[in-house]
């Protein structure tokens, strides 16, 4: 079946560094892929999202590029902000269904 | 309204009791789903529904959890005699209709964290 899997966190980097988030997925096709983020006490909010391959989704700084080939969807951002502090969740719907699979989640700690 | 609205936030219950969590949803949004963030673990998916029929109740962990939704709009996730494993954050997602499919994309609430003492 479908799934998405996450690196590890928690990542801890000091303000200005350049960050990447792991993702890779498998899918049955060429799902969308999305990345939500959950900022503390807070529910989840679509940061980026790419809909076909080798598209990419950005905001906010964030970045990320809908490999096919390596099925990736990695998530970066050149330059990390205390205020980036965040859980980030990298998705995709399952095919023929109305669910959404989600990797478990990277807890990012950025330091002043 | 604005946005996916939860209600409680927090609540604290003791085991054996039951409780009630409530989605609005995003005004217009036919399609609504309920799943819950265990710590430490990605978002498991519960139920989901489609104006106020629930095609697939498969993701309910077991026969103590229920949830209906009256009038397209509101759902309630109920939970009848918790145990300390139902201790979560419950999130509720809305989208427009995705015929069936996950299409469109979904919009969370900020969740009511459960606690089961």
């Known amino acids: 079946g479908d799934s998405v899997t996450q690196m590890e966190g928690p990542v801890t980097l000091s303000e200005e560094a350049f960050l990447t988030i792991n993702c890779t997925y498998t899918a049955t096709g060429y799902p969308s892929l999305f990345w939500y983020v959950q900022y503390p006490g807070e529910g989840l909010q679509l940061l980026l999202k790419a809909t076909k391959a080798d598209d990419k989704g950005s905001n906010k700084g964030f970045e990320a590029t809908y490999r096919k080939e390596t099925t990736s969807f990695h998530l970066e951002k050149g330059s990390v902000q205390v205020s980036d502090s965040a859980v980030y969740f990298c998705?995709?719907?399952?095919?023929?269904?109305?669910?959404?699979?989600f990797g478990t989640g990277t807890r990012l700690k950025v330091l002043a | 309204g604005a946005g996916v609205s939860q209600s409680p936030s927090n609540k604290v219950t003791e085991k054996g009791k039951d409780v009630e969590l409530r989605c609005d949803p995003i005004s217009g949004h036919t399609a609504l789903y309920w799943y819950r963030q265990s710590l430490g673990q990605g978002l498991e998916f519960l139920i989901y529904f489609q104006g106020n029929s629930a095609p697939d109740k498969s993701g309910l962990p077991s026969d103590r959890f229920s949830a209906e939704r009256t009038g397209g709009s509101v759902s309630t996730l109920t939970i009848q005699r918790t145990q300390q494993e139902d201790s979560a954050v419950y999130l509720c997602a809305s989208s427009w209709s995705s015929g069936g499919l996950a299409k469109n994309i979904q919009y969370f609430g900020a969740g009511t964290r459960l606690s089961v003492l």
């Open positions: 998705a995709l719907p399952e095919s023929g269904t109305y669910k959404y699979i």
